[in-house]
Nanobody, 123 residues
Framework: QVHLVDSGGGAVQAGGNLRLSCKFS???????LGWVRQAPGKEREAVAA???????TYAASVRGRFTITTDDSPNTLYLQMNSLAPEDTATYYC??????????????????WGQGTQVTVSS
């Protein structure tokens, strides 16, 4: 069974940092794991993904500011978000699918989702 539980959202001012966490079940350890966000009135945007071999991909909108990492003990996926801007405001979801991560994170077809955690960045 694949279980994803994400946390760590909050409210920060522009320029601030946040770290999101996602505890995933052992079953998902070999999956492509990522973070997807959705702002009100906007489509979902995959922002980062990590493959089992350590390959990491990022959306252009966050590259250089966000970093996706994993800690295998315990099974936790992180998204370190630095230099946050108001346009980063969204609900962030931990996500997974059982295939190799796509070369472009926007092409990842995630099948499993966490419950979401809200990130609000004020100007």
């Amino acid at each position: 069974q694949v279980h994803l539980v994400d946390s760590g959202g909050g409210a920060v001012q522009a320029g601030g940092n946040l770290r999101l966490s996602c505890k995933f079940s052992e079953y998902a350890a070999s999956y492509c794991l990522g973070w997807v966000r959705q702002a009100p009135g906007k489509e979902r945007e995959a922002v980062a993904a990590r493959d089992q071999d350590g390959t990491r991909t990022y959306a252009a909108s966050v590259r250089g500011r966000f970093t996706i990492t994993t800690d295998d003990s315990p099974n936790t996926l992180y998204l370190q978000m630095n230099s946050l801007a108001p346009e980063d405001t969204a609900t962030y979801y931990c996500a997974a699918h059982p295939f190799v991560c796509a070369v472009d994170v926007s092409d990842d077809k995630f099948e499993y989702w966490g419950q979401g955690t809200q990130v609000t960045v004020s100007s």
